[in-house]
């Protein structure tokens, strides 16, 4: 995990951090508030390059509505398609 510990922090501010999660969670954006500013898009291609090779950040933000869906329809296979890759 080193590799995605130094990536993360290749910006002076929490903003890799906070971009790594937004790539987990639909629910978090990478966007912060002042006095912080967004990550660099050199920053944002470490995380994710670093990420991904460990098997912690998603290619692609998780559409966490496709679950929702699958849930309620009782959709078991529609679920697995929409998770696969986040397992």
């Not at 898009?41 to 098997?55: F, N, P, R, S, W």
Request: aromatic fraction near 10%; include cysteine.
């Amino acid at each position: 995990l080193f590799p995605l510990h130094y990536a993360m922090f290749a910006d002076a501010s929490p903003a890799p951090v906070k971009y790594a999660l937004s790539r987990v969670h639909d629910w978090i954006t990478p966007e912060v508030r002042l006095p912080l500013v967004e990550c660099s898009d050199k920053a944002k291609a470490a995380v994710a390059e670093a990420g991904t090779a460990q098997g912690v950040v998603p290619d692609m933000p998780l559409d966490t509505a496709a679950l929702d869906a699958a849930v309620a329809a009782g959709d078991y296979p529609a679920y697995r398609a929409a998770a696969a890759g986040y397992e």
